[in-house]
């Protein structure tokens, strides 16, 4: 499946939490739609939190779960500075 990021550098989106603070929020937000009542755009809800869920993978990688010495630029952890 091909991605389409037209509206990617359209967008920044400055918040002050940590990638792995909003990868928690997201998940939780998408296992309550996926268990939530029936809705037609459930998929819809559920696949666009997955990509915001891979972005903040991308900004803090995870191994077996851990972030371990995976350190990014954009990780958010002590000592580390955005770019």
Known sequence: MSRDYRFADSFGYAVPDSPKMLRET???AQARIGNGPPDPRNREHIERLERL?????????????????????????PGRSPR
């Open 53 to 77: 869920i891979a972005e903040c993978d991308r900004k803090r990688p995870l191994h077996h779960g851990k972030h371990d010495s995976l350190h990014t630029d954009e990780c958010g952890c």
């Open 26 to 28: 997201l998940c939780v």
